[in-house]
């Protein structure tokens, strides 16, 4: 027994002197002057390293750059403990209700010259607020979806009624299910079904007085939009479209020749330039009013958290003066394959440069909260009255998603 | 038993007690002692690394468990074997349970009785701060100047600002805003920024950043309300507050038309005059039965629940029992004597189970695509008809139990096939002496044995398939919808609408319902689990 209990005070002796090492080094990562926390996705994080550093090569601070899953990125805000929280976040625009609403960025103000190389969209694209409006983001790159034409298989359509008539004829020929090759699955896609659906009068939320968008005010069923859908269900009884088409299928149906007309965005341009297929990219044809796409900005925000840590001032400084510059917004936005937002800035990328021209008159995808009980009903409307035989009419149809998603926003 | 025994698939090296002995003898003795001081070590390593963090991040509840623990894991594994050898087995298996079953279940029923959700993710006194933040508004022709902090031949801190719009350049203190002569302030023509002043030594680089919390504090009051605030370390604006807080009363004052905004009890300044004006952001609070009753009185949630629970529970008995079925007749059909390429059989029956899930799952969603997947285009398409798999209600709930029953029928073969060849043949040739027929001898002798010990594995697979969100998630995503709500597809099972609850209603992201469904679904699964356990232990008396 003395043996024993000798032997646990050596082996406790070993164990302490280990602990002592493994103390020591965990003390010594603390280093002086302000660092700055991005969270950015990994497409981009090469691009945001060397921007910041560029900036911090002038101010003396200290970049981490911590790289995350897009998505995780607004996720992980709310639940990350402060000491290990960003100051400043890659975000995308429609974040912005969310994250404001839950008091988590922090609002930030532009110069006039600074705001005179932006789009005015991209700046509303980031800015919210019930009573009081404010921009909580700068942006640096913008993405819509088009309409992409094989021109060997078709003419660029200067109308929808021509875009119609191509497309049957090469369903036609080609012993397809469908005219236009635009995504939907049985989930639905609301964002790629934008097009048709502002073409045909449909819009989402009306904005209030105030210019804030209000969900009270929801456009899914508004008399314009049921006036003209009865299109829809002669769409679907001739095959123009059909919900039965997803992501995968359309993609293949148009690279394959199956399909003339492809609905995409610049996420596929580096498919579309290796394709080997004469293509132009426009905006699709207006149908009864201009069929503008969902407008998507991407850009850099600062967290609550940047006070905390007391490199608000330098966080902004960053964010406003540095990343909003043309020079780092062509990096950001060139990692990512987009064109920038800063009008100076211009891509050198011609089939981004076309994806540009077809945004023309595009409305930013509503950036409050409440656009979560939207997204599945509307892709759903869409589901129910193009599947084909069986399929409800366009009117009884969206209808009912504006009633859903009224129920749903309370 | 016979000597002729098929092999399991994958047959283990012939079993010898002396091997595993020789083995275990191998870690006794010294290479056993410094095995276990480097983990002891190590572990001790990490305790000191978490307390740093903790002590940093002033933690003082969980540093002191932290330490408490940290020693008793220390003492359990040094002290005298004779007083601690059960505490060494135990220890572990309590730290992992504690870490991955008793947290996240403790951290649900907080946030279970809690208002999180979009909107309310902060503390009161952040949500405060922030209100008072956002409630800043540029007043009437309000200004905005680029700035430069300096100091000034007192060494005290002043701002100089350049007016945007005007092009007026002021020096700006605690107290007032005082205009300086043009030909006195070097302005940049890029930015607009002052870079020199006379009488005054601009502040810049490292020391600039440091000044955080000073800059922020700076404010230069104007006219009415409004002050210059700074915003980051080259830019100022003036702004005026439209909010006023009231720190006795704890409520907010519009101050134009004087509405009052009180603390509604559930985490919202809201207005007196009309309740859906409420003030953003909310804060985190404890808001008791609150989403349980949200769930039993809003038809929109209480609708489609008892619809998704009946379906669950149908997709998962039927999943289970099927495969269950399936499974045992394959295996039966296998474990037969003399049966030419048996291994080869049992090898490629596995596949299915072998695969990822998340892998097959895509795969099949391909598949069964209604216009474009290999079953209805290359298959069915040839006998002159084609199935809506995944666009009808009803043929979506065949092809979500088809594929799952596709992939959870391997692991029944497999311990079906284990627990057939431990049946003594004593006791079927026994029963076939006596004059039992084949049918007989496997509902009266073979199937009660067999469910001994495959019938608590029944009951996991339900429990595991009751919350199967993959096959539903990946294959039709709750869909197809009918009727005029997404909340609930006609696939849905209770957990993956209990995740379009937490994303897709409302504001989205309300974690609070969600948790309020899931502590259901716990006592749901446990009940039933419960008393199947309870009814096989009864059958095990029965033999």
Redesign the interface.
Known sequence: ?QN??KR?WA??G???A??????SS??ASHKA??TITIWTDSDRAAAVTKVANDWAA????TIKVVTKQFGDIRDNL?TV???DAPDVITAAHDWTG?L?????V????????VKANFPSYTLNAFSY????K?LYGVPAAVENIGLVVNTKLAKVPTSFSQLETEALAVKKSKHQ?FGIAVQQG???DAYHMYPFFSGLGGYIFGTNKAGNLDPSDIGVANPTFLKNAHLIDKWNKEGLI?????G??AQ?AFLKGQSAFWITGPWNSDTLKKSGLSFKIIQVPAIAKPSVPFLGVQGFMVT?FA?VH????????LV??FMAGAGPQTTLAAANGRPPANIKAKSSDPVLAQFSNASKGGVPMPNI?????V???LG?AW??ST?GAGAMTAAKSFK??A??IA???? | MSTATAPIPAEPPPFSPGRIARAIAAFSGLPGQIIK?AF??AT??????AA??LA??KHWVALPILIAATAAI?IVY???RKWTLPLKFLVPGTIFLLAFQIVPIVYTIEVAFSNYS?????GKA??IK?IQ?????PPANGR?F?IAPARDASGKLVLILHD??SGAVYVGTNKALTPLAKADVTISKD??QPTAAKGYTLIK??E??????Q??AFNIPTRGGSAIQ??????A?ELQP?LRYDKAKDQFVRISDGVVFKDNGQGSFVSSVNPKDE???GWKTYTGLHNFGKLANNP?YRTPFLKVFVWTFAFATLTVLLSFAIGLFVAIALNKKGLRFQRLYRSVLVVPWAMPGFLSLLIWA?LL????GVVNNKILSHFGFTVPW??DANW?KVSVILVSVWLTTPYFFLVSLGALQSIPEELTEAARVDGGGAWGIFRRVTLPLLLIAVGPLLIASFAFNFNNFNNIYLL??G???T?????AGSTDILISYTY?LA???????DYGLASAVAIIIFFIVATISGTAFFRSKALENVN
């Open positions: 027994m024993s209990l646990t082996l406790l070993v164990v302490a280990i602990s002592a090492i493994a103390a965990a003390g002057g302000p002038t101010s003396g601070a709310g403990a402060a000491a969310q404001a609403a839950n008091g988590l922090e609002p930030i103000f532009l110069s006039s010259a607020g019930t009573a009081v404010k299910t049985s989930g639905g059909s919900s039965k088409v997803d995968s299928a293949n609550k006070s007391g490199v608000d001032a330098a966080a902004k400084d406003t003066s909260p409440q656009m979560s009980s997204w599945g009903d759903q589901v129910r599947k009912a998603a009633r859903s129920a749903k926003i309370g | 001081l002891l070590a001790n390593g990490l305790a000191v690394w740093y963090v940093d991040r220390d040094l002290a005298p979009t909107g309310h993710v902060i952040d949500a922030a933040v956002n409630s800043l508004q905005q680029e945007d719009a930015t607009g680089g490292a600039l950043f440091a000044m955080d919390a800059l922020k700074t915003q980051g370390v080259s830019q604006v439209t003030l953003e952001p929109l391909g695509n209604d216009s474009f995944l666009f979506a039709t995503g869909g197809p919808y009727g005029s709500s997404s909340i379009k994303i897709a209603t409302g504001k989205g992201q």
